[in-house]
């Protein structure tokens, strides 16, 4: 498994969440894509995390910059 951080924004108003990659790539971003993803949330309902559902048809790869929980770089 691959391990990185990230950066989170919530804006109420609009009740939007951004999740930046803390080893993301710096923009103009060439594509965007919509995905299913799966949310856990903890005992009061706050979100806990995001899993990106993948399978074989979504070809998404870690940033370059990114290590894996041995300690090697994946890049």
Same mark, same amino acid.
């Given at each position: 498994m691959i391990r990185g951080t990230a950066d989170w924004r919530y804006e109420p108003r609009s009740r939007c969440? *951004? #999740? +930046? =990659?803390? /080893?993301?790539?710096?923009?103009? *971003?060439?594509?965007?894509? #919509? #995905? /299913? +993803?799966v949310l856990d949330l903890d005992k009061d309902g706050r979100l806990a995390g995001i899993e990106i559902i993948g399978g074989p048809k979504l =070809?998404?790869? %870690? %940033? =370059?910059?990114?290590? @894996? /929980?041995?300690? @090697? @770089?994946? +890049?």
């Open positions: 969440w *951004y #999740v +930046a =990659l803390s /080893e993301r790539a710096d923009p103009p *971003y060439r594509q965007q894509k #919509v #995905v /299913e +993803a =070809l998404i790869e %870690p %940033p =370059l910059r990114a290590v @894996s /929980e041995q300690g @090697s @770089s994946d +890049a």
